[in-house]
């Protein structure tokens, strides 16, 4: 599967696809009502088809639910079935039940087969209205679903989720392999000794952050004033995450053009999270590590993930010697088994580059031209 993204052209006929996100939001208020109440009633879950033929019942006698399409109806149902199938899996790891959300904060709908009809050029077709779409690429697959998103702005974009068969082929171009290790003062240590440093988007605007802030809980709640700074705090943020976006596809363009494979170590971000809160938000790994993916399988590259248990940090690169305990202000340390000194992120990235090397399995392997003369 692959995703792609289109942004809409800004138009008043798009009031109505506003007014459909809406009325999802009101379904999708409505089913975990009825979640909630039947657990109150029986004490059991609630099941998802007798859900989807209560609101189905209630669709033909609701003219406003009737904007949302029968499958986005069942979307909605059966997304708050996964949440609760989730919810009772891992119940005990701090996992939420879904919950009630506003309504001018739902934010999506989703059209599986039917609604929608990709016309010539850049149009599209939902519903009896013809929509434009910024179309920066083509879509040359079998359209899965098709989603509607709303931001805070108030704009809206266009998810196609087609289906990509074909299985990348591994295509060796350098030779090189490398392993990376995330740190807090660094952004990333490569195991050849480079470092990379972050530009911490966030921090660096942080002040204008808070002004826009103050500007917008002085306002009196909903007035208009309100709703103007409500978009320019919000457009603030969007700014920030764009920058740390931008900066994210260039560093991974970068890196799959110096190495074949890239070994980086599984990261247990909701616990980095709450130790250091803002700072790993503002770092982001898990956003760049998705974009790396994406560009490492675009490039035939491959991306490797090692256990989260493994003491990298701890095991001496040299001769294999593990500490018992490790403080975090420890940067350098010095083994007692061969009596070498290790840099902490180093020799951290050097541990995770020979425990993913050796995990590497190499299906599908293609030589390029240029490899095999250097």
């Excluded at 952050?209 to 705090?233: D, F, P």
């Excluded at 790993?280 to 490797?304: M, N, P, R, T, Y």
């Excluded at 490790?326 to 061969?338: A, F, G, K, N």
């Amino acid at each position: 599967m692959k995703t792609l993204k289109f942004k809409l052209y800004n138009h008043k006929r798009n009031r109505f696809l506003k007014r459909v996100i809406n009325a999802a939001g009101i379904i999708y208020n409505h089913a975990i009502a009825l979640h909630k109440r039947y657990y109150r009633m029986w004490g059991k879950h609630l099941n998802c088809a007798k859900l989807q033929s209560h609101i189905a019942k209630r669709r033909k006698r609701n003219q406003f639910w009737q904007l949302v399409g029968s499958q986005s109806v069942q979307d909605i149902c059966q997304r708050i079935e996964k949440a609760y199938q989730l919810f009772f899996k891992r119940s005990k790891k701090g996992v939420r039940p879904p919950g009630f959300k506003k309504v001018k904060k739902y934010k999506s709908f989703t059209l599986k087969l039917a609604g929608y009809k990709l016309l010539g050029g850049n149009r599209i077709k939902i519903g009896n209205r013809v929509y434009q779409y910024w179309k920066s690429r083509e879509i040359d697959l079998t359209v899965k679903t098709l989603t509607i998103k709303r931001t805070p702005l108030g704009e809206l974009f266009m998810v196609v989720v087609v289906d990509n068969c074909a299985e990348p082929e591994f295509e060796v171009k350098t030779g090189k392999i490398a392993g990376f290790d995330f740190g807090l003062k660094v952004f990333l240590t490569c195991s050849d000794g480079s470092t990379i440093e972050s530009p911490q988007f966030l921090k660096q605007s942080i002040n204008t952050i808070k002004k826009a802030t103050r500007h917008h809980s002085k306002k009196l709640k909903g007035s208009s004033n309100r709703e103007r700074a409500r978009k320019n705090l919000v457009r603030k943020y969007e700014d920030i995450s764009n920058q740390r976006s931008d900066w994210f596809w260039k560093l991974a363009h970068d890196l799959t053009n110096k190495f074949d494979v890239l070994c980086f170590e599984t990261l247990n971000l909701k616990g980095m999270h709450r130790l250091w809160g803002r700072k790993i938000s503002d770092l982001a790994f898990g956003e760049f590590l998705q974009i790396l993916e994406w560009v490492a399988k675009k490039k035939h590259k491959l991306v490797v993930f090692i256990d989260r248990w493994y003491p990298s940090t701890k095991t001496c690169n040299h001769c294999g010697h593990i500490l018992k305990e490790l403080d975090l202000s420890i940067r350098e340390w010095r083994c007692p088994s061969c009596q070498s000194v290790n840099g902490r992120d180093e020799n951290a990235a050097k541990n995770i580059l020979m425990v993913g090397a050796s995990t590497v399995k190499l299906g599908n392997v293609r030589q390029s031209p240029t490899a095999i003369t250097a």
